[in-house]
């Protein structure tokens, strides 16, 4: 997966507190426990691979970093890879 956003805890609680639920609604639907979404939303542990894609579809949020879009301006258009000559103008 791709990196977790820095304000991931924010973003939890934000999203579960503006769908109405308590810490213990949203981990029974989620099949986790309270206390794992008590820790995420306090930043003390990362969201598991599984746990944040469960989080991302209950509440329609991205917990990641950025749009993902990043690495697509560095494909090459026919599909080889793009090297840093190909990138780089040379000043002669």
Do not use: C, F, H
């Amino acid at each position: 997966m791709d990196e977790v956003a820095t304000d991931y805890d924010e973003r939890i609680r934000e999203a579960r507190e503006q769908d109405s639920l308590s810490q213990e609604d949203l981990a029974a639907e989620l099949n986790e426990k309270a206390s794992l979404i008590r820790k995420l939303e306090r930043g003390d542990v990362l969201p598991s691979d599984g746990v944040q894609q469960k989080l991302e579809r209950r509440l329609d949020i991205s917990l990641v970093e950025g749009g993902g879009d990043s690495d697509t301006e560095w494909e090459g258009g026919d599909g080889t890879t793009t090297t840093l000559g190909d990138v780089v103008k040379r000043k002669d």
